[in-house]
């Protein structure tokens, strides 16, 4: 039997608004022209000098603090020197050998529990250009010979935040619940808008295996430029399996670069030579060493917002809610919020019942308008007036959601739609005990076999009764009325 290990490289675009090193605007790469975002520092030109952008730094420590790391009083900017055609300086600056701050944890809710995950180092770098190939193909029927590649400098200077762990997640599972804890604990932060679709977020999967009970570590390998957590997990599982099978056979498990092909579902090696070399690291000659003042740090740690493992914590503990709610609910703040309005609207609602309202309900009409809970026009005091009426025995729970579309189309509060469509549920016994007794009177042949011992029939009936009511009976009246009717028959009255 095997174990995996499994360590995770993230890189996150830092939300500023300039660039790392220069005044360029950072722009959406799917919406600003080529090129149209660039100067002569982030274009590598000679002579043009580097300037570090305190907000990004500023960003940079959030994100640090957040993870409990200890910060540097000093770190220091260096060159990592390597070609390729989306790096006009031939080398991007980064930090190497005295990152930001070190030493932090994140956890997560794996399927055995809370795990704490070692975050090694969290460090600022910049991005480099995007490349786009354009091959020949039938698609696009270029000549033969006549590929080429095209290259937008818009994105190259973008602040960076790259955050490294331990080798310590233990299965593809673990692997996608930290990118996933990663990036809530980001977005929370406003660091990273968390939006995978544009490549804010990247992980490199670092993976071996070893036989149970080992102590040393096996020889890795690496899966770049992964791009969504479904990729990382998928990724991570066929390495496992991959490289599992190779020591079974007795095979090394080779160290390299891996590239995870979409199409296939495999993963495949990437020789990139200049990704073995020495990159010949050096400290940035024209930059100072980045000096953080204690003060700024405490500043900054004061303005922290609370995060979603605190959120978590007390949503289980305040409000008694399951480990499973409460994680989908802290996943985002707007959530979170929503949440925490509607029970401050809705105090006679109980907090397992707002919970599941807000995850079923609530998320299947957002899903639906294909938008996030900012625009909906079911505001929490809104719902609030809706879960009342329900808590109320006023509707029941199917009328309740029937309502609560209702709003959603209209924007109407609960109270107008149930008015105006007379909604309202039927609580009143003589009323559910007439509808009872016609129901029982309109059919002998199924009261006749329910006496002879067919049980079942009883929530056919009840059905009945309900279909009768338009739904809107309330169902713990039709149950009791529905029992005494039918005990009175049994009884031969
Ligand atoms: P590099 O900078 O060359 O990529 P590092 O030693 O800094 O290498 O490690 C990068 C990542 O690889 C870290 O997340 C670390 O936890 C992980 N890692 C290191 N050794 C192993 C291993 N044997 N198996 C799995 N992950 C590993
Ligand atoms: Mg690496
Ligand atoms: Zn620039």
């Given at each position: 039997?095997?174990?995996?290990i499994i360590g995770l490289e993230v890189?996150?675009?830092?939300?500023?608004?300039?660039?790392?090193?220069?005044?360029?605007?950072?722009?959406?790469?799917?919406?600003?022209?080529?090129?149209?975002?660039?100067?002569?520092?982030?274009?590598?030109?000679?002579?043009?000098?580097?300037?570090?952008?305190?907000?990004?730094?500023?960003?940079?420590?959030?994100?640090a603090?957040s993870l409990g790391c200890e910060?540097?009083?000093?770190?220091?900017?260096?060159?990592?020197?390597?070609?390729?055609?989306?790096?006009?300086?031939?080398?991007?600056?980064?930090?190497?050998?005295?990152p930001?701050a070190q030493n932090g944890e994140l956890r997560i809710?794996a399927?055995?529990?809370a795990r704490v995950i070692r975050v090694r180092r969290v460090?600022?770098?910049?991005?480099?250009?995007?490349?786009?190939?354009?091959?020949?193909?039938?698609?696009?029927?270029?000549?033969?010979?006549?590929?080429?590649?095209?290259?937008?400098?818009?994105?190259?200077?973008?602040?960076?935040?790259?955050i490294v762990s331990e080798p310590d997640l233990r299965?593809?599972?673990e692997a996608?619940l930290y990118?996933?804890a990663l990036?809530?604990?980001?977005?929370?932060?406003?660091?990273?808008?968390?939006?995978?679709?544009?490549?804010?977020?990247?992980?490199?999967?670092n993976?071996?295996?070893?036989?149970?009970?080992?102590?040393?570590f096996?020889?890795?390998?690496?899966?770049?430029?992964?791009?969504?957590?479904?990729?990382?997990?998928?990724?991570?599982?066929?390495?496992?399996?991959?490289?599992?099978?190779?020591?079974?056979?007795?095979?090394?498990?080779?160290?390299?670069?891996?590239?995870?092909?979409?199409?296939?579902?495999?993963?495949?090696?990437?020789?990139?030579?200049?990704?073995?070399?020495?990159?010949?690291?050096?400290?940035?000659?024209?930059?100072?060493?980045?000096?953080?003042?204690?003060?700024?740090?405490?500043?900054?740690?004061?303005?922290?917002?609370?995060?979603?493992q605190?959120?978590?914590?007390?949503?289980?503990?305040?409000?008694?809610?399951?480990?499973?709610?409460?994680?989908?609910?802290?996943?985002?703040?707007?959530?979170?919020?929503?949440?925490?309005?509607?029970?401050?609207?809705?105090?006679?609602?109980?907090?397992?019942?707002?919970?599941?309202?807000?995850?079923?309900?609530?998320?299947?009409?957002?899903?639906?308008?294909?938008?996030?809970?900012?625009?909906?026009?079911?505001?929490?005091?809104?719902?609030?007036?809706?879960?009342?009426?329900?808590?109320?025995?006023?509707?029941?729970?199917?009328?309740?959601?029937?309502?609560?579309?209702?709003?959603?189309?209209?924007?109407?509060?609960?109270?107008?739609?149930?008015?105006?469509?007379?909604?309202?549920?039927?609580?009143?016994?003589?009323?559910?005990?007439?509808?009872?007794?016609?129901?029982?009177?309109?059919?002998?042949?199924?009261?006749?076999?329910?006496?002879?011992?067919?049980?079942?029939?009883?929530?056919?009936?009840?059905?009945?009764?309900?279909?009768?009511?338009?739904?809107?009976?309330?169902?713990?009246?039709?149950?009791?009325?529905?029992?005494?009717?039918?005990?009175?028959?049994?009884?031969?009255?």
């Amino acid at each position: 039997m095997y174990e995996s290990i499994i360590g995770l490289e993230v890189h996150a675009e830092v939300a500023t608004q300039s660039k790392m090193f220069c005044g360029c605007p950072v722009v959406d790469l799917t919406q600003a022209a080529p090129n149209s975002a660039v100067c002569p520092v982030c274009t590598g030109m000679p002579g043009a000098l580097p300037v570090v952008n305190r907000r990004a730094v500023e960003y940079g420590l959030r994100a640090a603090l957040s993870l409990g790391c200890e910060i540097a009083p000093q770190s220091i900017f260096a060159r990592k020197n390597y070609f390729y055609p989306d790096l006009p300086k031939g080398y991007q600056i980064s930090q190497y050998k005295e990152p930001l701050a070190q030493n932090g944890e994140l956890r997560i809710h794996a399927s055995e529990g809370a795990r704490v995950i070692r975050v090694r180092r969290v460090h600022l770098e910049e991005d480099t250009g995007k490349l786009t190939h354009v091959f020949p193909s039938p698609l696009s029927p270029l000549p033969k010979g006549e590929g080429h590649s095209l290259v937008d400098l818009n994105r190259a200077g973008v602040p960076l935040l790259e955050i490294v762990s331990e080798p310590d997640l233990r299965s593809a599972e673990e692997a996608r619940l930290y990118g996933e804890a990663l990036r809530n604990l980001l977005r929370y932060l406003g660091v990273n808008s968390g939006d995978m679709q544009k490549g804010v977020l990247r992980f490199e999967a670092n993976v071996s295996v070893r036989p149970i009970g080992e102590q040393g570590f096996g020889t890795r390998t690496e899966i770049k430029n992964l791009n969504s957590f479904r990729a990382l997990e998928r990724s991570v599982a066929y390495e496992i399996v991959r490289q599992s099978e190779l020591h079974r056979q007795g095979k090394p498990v080779i160290q390299q670069t891996m590239g995870w092909d979409e199409d296939r579902q495999v993963t495949a090696p990437q020789r990139w030579k200049e990704e073995e070399d020495d990159y010949r690291y050096f400290p940035e000659p024209d930059l100072p060493p980045l000096a953080v003042e204690g003060e700024w740090i405490e500043e900054i740690r004061r303005s922290l917002p609370e995060l979603p493992q605190a959120r978590f914590q007390r949503f289980v503990e305040q409000y008694r809610l399951s480990e499973y709610d409460a994680d989908i609910l802290v996943a985002e703040q707007p959530v979170a919020d929503y949440f925490e309005a509607l029970l401050r609207a809705a105090p006679k609602v109980s907090p397992k019942l707002a919970a599941n309202w807000v995850t079923g309900e609530l998320f299947g009409l957002m899903n639906q308008a294909g938008g996030s809970l900012s625009n909906l026009a079911v505001s929490p005091q809104a719902l609030a007036g809706l879960l009342d009426m329900v808590e109320d025995g006023r509707i029941n729970t199917p009328t309740a959601k029937i309502v609560l579309s209702g709003m959603f189309a209209s924007g109407q509060p609960a109270e107008a739609i149930v008015e105006a469509k007379g909604l309202s549920q039927i609580s009143d016994v003589d009323q559910i005990t007439q509808m009872v007794s016609h129901v029982l009177d309109e059919n002998p042949e199924q009261v006749t076999r329910y006496l002879e011992g067919k049980e079942s029939l009883a929530n056919w009936f009840f059905g009945q009764v309900m279909r009768a009511a338009e739904g809107k009976a309330n169902p713990q009246v039709v149950k009791d009325e529905l029992t005494r009717q039918l005990s009175l028959k049994m009884s031969g009255k």
